[in-house]
C-alpha cells in the first residue's frame, strides 16, 4: 500500500521535554510538509522540504526543527522552547512540481501535561 | 498568514439538500485546492482548479473560480450524512516556489440524515 504515516497517534509529554513526531512516506514523492492544527482552525505550516538534504521555515517554525535525511522521513522535532505545543500535527508529501495537490497523514495528537 | 477565508464557518443542511461553501483570498494565485477532514483524521484532496479555469465538476462537486473577485465556491449537490466534514480551501500562490499551500480556517458541514 501507498502511503503515508505518522507515528504515534497520541503523544504526551511533560514541560520541558523535547519530542519527536515520525512522518515516514512510499510514495516516491519529493516533498514533504508538517503542519499544525489548532480546535477548530485551520492548518498552519511549520516547516516544509521539497528536496532530499533541504528543508525550508514555514509561517510558524519557532520551537519546533526537522531534518530530511532520507527521501521517505521527515521528522519534526517540537522542543522546550515551543511555548504552546498541544496541538494536532499533520504532515504531508506532494511530488514536488508545481501545482500539486498534497497526501496527508492521518496525524498525530500532542498533549502537553 | 491565512490566505483563504472560507463563508460560512459552520452550515447545517439535510441529507438531500446543497452545500455551498464560499472561500476568499488575498494574492494572485496559481491554483486553489479543496480538501475535506473527517474529525481527528487528516485531509483528503477533493478538487484543484488552475487559475485559469473558472468551473470544474467531480462526481457530486462542483467548484468555480473567479479570479477577479479572489474568490471560489465549492458546491455539493444532493448531500448525504457521510458528508458531514470540515472542508478546507487551499490556495498556491504565485509568488511562493514549489507547492506550498495556505490553509484558510475551514468550514464545518453537518448533513443531518
Known amino acids: 500500500d501507498g502511503g503515508i504515516t505518522q507515528s504515534p497517534k497520541y503523544l504526551f509529554r511533560k514541560e520541558g521535554q523535547n519530542v519527536t513526531l515520525s512522518c515516514e512516506q512510499n510514495l516516491n514523492h519529493d516533498a514533504m510538509y508538517w503542519y499544525r492544527q489548532d480546535p477548530g482552525q485551520g492548518l498552519r505550516l511549520i516547516y516544509y522540504?521539497?528536496?532530499?538534504?533541504?528543508?525550508q521555515k514555514g509561517d510558524i517554525a519557532e520551537g519546533y526543527s526537522v531534518s530530511r535525511e532520507k527521501k521517505e522521513s521527515f521528522p519534526l522535532t517540537v522542543t522546550s522552547a515551543q511555548k504552546n505545543p498541544t496541538a494536532f500535527y499533520l504532515c504531508?508529501?506532494?511530488?514536488?512540481?508545481?501545482?500539486?495537490?498534497?497526501?496527508f497523514g492521518p496525524g498525530t495528537r500532542l498533549t502537553v501535561l | 498568514s491565512q490566505q483563504g477565508e472560507e463563508d460560512p464557518q459552520a452550515l447545517s443542511i439535510q441529507e438531500g439538500e446543497n452545500a455551498t461553501m464560499n472561500c476568499s483570498y488575498k494574492t494572485s494565485i496559481n491554483n486553489l485546492q479543496w480538501y475535506r477532514q473527517n474529525s481527528g483524521r487528516g485531509l483528503v484532496h477533493l478538487i484543484l482548479i488552475r487559475s485559469n479555469e473558472r468551473e470544474k465538476h467531480s462526481g457530486r462537486l462542483r467548484v468555480t473560480l473567479d479570479t477577479s473577485k479572489k474568490s471560489s465556491s465549492l458546491l455539493i449537490t444532493a448531500s448525504r450524512a457521510a458528508d458531514t466534514a470540515s472542508y478546507f480551501c487551499?490556495?498556491?500562490?504565485?509568488?511562493?516556489?514549489?507547492?506550498?499551500?495556505?490553509f484558510g480556517e475551514g468550514t464545518q458541514l453537518t448533513v443531518n440524515p
Open positions: 522540504s521539497q528536496i532530499v538534504n533541504d528543508f
Open positions: 487551499a490556495t498556491d500562490a504565485e509568488e511562493t516556489s514549489g507547492s506550498r499551500l495556505t
Open positions: 504531508a508529501s506532494s511530488t514536488g512540481l508545481y501545482h500539486n495537490e498534497q497526501f
